[in-house]
């Protein structure tokens, strides 16, 4: 049943539009052995529609969301996500190349569940895929 609280199963949408960082975080997945439905989208326009239209189902959602993208960027995306009434308690980690430090305090202001900063090597990237799982299988979310 859709939003059953026992059902532990969580639809993640990453929200990159680097083709190399979509097919690490894919390897990356296939690597720690998660299960989880894997959506992507290349820009925030996309990224709003997909979780409206249900292409990424209602119930257990987590966005990881790259804050430097074409048409509508990471801030203008959690702007938008907040503003909706529908989408507003969607959880967000923000995984950038962005240490910009107003970007961390942009991303938190629109309440954030964390910042990540993109690993340089992909190793790094297995480790950071294998901490964000064991994250929302312990956290209890919406």
Known sequence: MVG????KSMSILLIE???VDVMNVRRAFSKNHIANPLYVASNG?????ALRDGTVPEGRRLVLLDLNLPK?????FLRALRADPQ??????VVLTT?????????????NVAGYLLKPVTFLSFVEVMATLNKYWTLVEMP
């Open 87 to 92: 989408l507003r308690t969607t959880s967000v």
């Open 98 to 110: 962005s240490a910009n430090e107003r970007d961390k305090i942009d991303a938190y202001d629109f």
């Open 17 to 19: 539009d680097d083709e």
């Open 72 to 76: 509508m960027n990471g801030i203008e």
């Open 4 to 7: 059953d609280k026992s059902d």
């Open 45 to 49: 326009l996309e990224g709003l529609e």
